[in-house]
């Protein structure tokens, strides 16, 4: 399937491209420069007054974008300039800016760049003409992330829309990152060097998709509030960016959301007692952010859950005893946190749990026998806790032991 390319330039594009560049470098005034003062006497003062007053005025020459053009004329000749250099022209005067920040410019600036028809001719050569298949063969177009791709993310609205529209609105699937903050791992959301971006408004529009995943892409804000229309979602990752603020209350509207994937951000605030509502979560990754208050009884609800992280946060309270209802679960980590008080019996309904991670909390009390009855249980982990081992625990104590003599292990050839 071939990617979306730039056109060649034909010879038509090349003259309208100089005609432009001529337009700008002839008429454009320099303002710093090309500034003309008028000395403007003012009248006869007043009998006691002893001195007169000079008055200067500033008079800017006027640029012909702004009296002489009409804004259709304005905005075909730039029209042929990229869509990555284009906005800076906005600048010139309010007449260029008002041409160039309409959905029409939009339209037509990426009309000269971005072969839209592109997918749509090789879905026609490659299959029959029904819309179906048409659409099918569209859909196929989400792997690789193009260079307007990239430039989604910095286009003003007008922008953002048009191309989301015409380009991206019958995909199921987007699977973008950046590699190369993807190469620095999460040390890229330290780094002052690193250009960011912020999620689309209009990525609510995008409602054919079914999943979405935008990880190592420097996502700064708040998760826009459009993310609520994607209603037919049934993945959804923003994984290792900077997004910020408390947890979105229009994602408890996919209902059909089956993997939730917002680790590695800076999301504050409680998890929703709302959470219940995606009822068919089989995994919800909440790990290292910075989520507080206590984990709400209703996460017992979500009965398909497999696979459970909240990790490194300000999680404090007591784990509820609603945990145990996670009777699919193999993987649940609570580990280093703030939870206190002891591990809720009920943790010995988990028949299919293989990992159990609660260290680094402030956790006391007595382990549960019945954690040593799981008969799949391969690793627990409670160091950096209060909590005492039952006599009658024996497999309890193995784990422990075997834990203890790994990381003596690992500490030893860390050392070497």
Not at 133 to 142: F, H, K, L, Q, S
Not at 190 to 199: G, I, P, T
């Amino acid at each position: 399937m071939n990617n979306w390319q730039w056109r060649e330039p034909t010879s038509l594009s090349v003259v309208f491209t100089l005609i432009a560049i001529t337009l700008v470098a002839a008429f454009i005034p320099i303002y710093s420069r090309r500034v003309t003062a008028a000395v403007v006497q003012e009248p006869a003062l007043k009998p006691d007054q002893t001195s007169k007053a000079i008055h200067f005025v500033i008079r800017t020459p006027t640029s012909p974008f702004q009296t002489l053009l009409p804004q259709e004329i304005i905005q075909f000749i730039f029209a042929y300039i990229h869509p990555s250099h284009v906005m800076r022209f906005r600048r010139l005067c309010r007449q260029t800016n008002s041409a160039l920040s309409t959905r029409g410019f939009a339209a037509l600036n990426l009309s000269f760049t971005v072969d839209q028809t592109l997918s749509f001719k090789c879905a026609r050569s490659n299959s029959s003409d029904s819309d179906s298949d048409i659409a099918t063969e569209v859909t196929v177009r989400n792997t690789a992330m193009t260079d307007f791709d990239r430039l989604w993310f910095m286009w003003p609205a007008t922008y953002q829309s048009y191309y989301a529209e015409k380009v991206l609105s019958k995909l199921t699937k987007i699977k973008w990152e950046d590699p190369r903050l993807k190469r620095m791992g999460t040390r890229f959301r330290h780094s002052a060097s690193v250009s960011f971006r912020k999620l689309p408004h209009a990525v609510g529009g995008l409602t054919q998709l079914k999943c979405l995943i935008l990880t190592y892409m420097n996502l700064q804000g708040g998760v826009v509030s459009s993310l609520g229309n994607l209603i037919h979602l049934h993945t959804l990752s923003l994984a290792c960016n900077r997004l910020s603020g408390p947890f979105p209350a229009e994602l408890l509207q996919l209902i059909h959301l089956k993997v939730l994937n917002l680790s590695f951000n800076q999301l504050d605030g409680p998890i929703p007692r709302g959470i219940s509502d995606l009822s068919q979560l089989t995994s919800l990754k909440l790990n290292d952010n910075r989520l507080t208050d206590s984990i709400p009884q209703q996460m017992g609800s979500l009965d398909q859950l497999t696979l459970l992280d909240l990790g490194n946060n300000e999680l404090n309270g007591n784990l509820p005893p609603q945990v145990g209802n996670l009777r699919n679960a193999y993987y649940l980590d609570f580990s280093r946190n703030l939870l206190e008080g002891s591990i809720p019996c009920t943790f010995g309904n988990l028949e299919h749990l293989r990992y159990l991670l609660l260290h680094e909390n402030q956790m006391q009390g007595e382990i549960p026998v019945e954690l040593g009855q799981l008969e799949e249980l391969d690793m627990i982990s409670l160091q950096g806790n209060d909590l005492r081992i039952p006599e009658n625990a024996q497999r309890i104590q193995t784990f422990l032991w075997q834990q203890i003599r790994s990381e003596t292990e690992a500490n030893s050839v860390s050392n070497m």
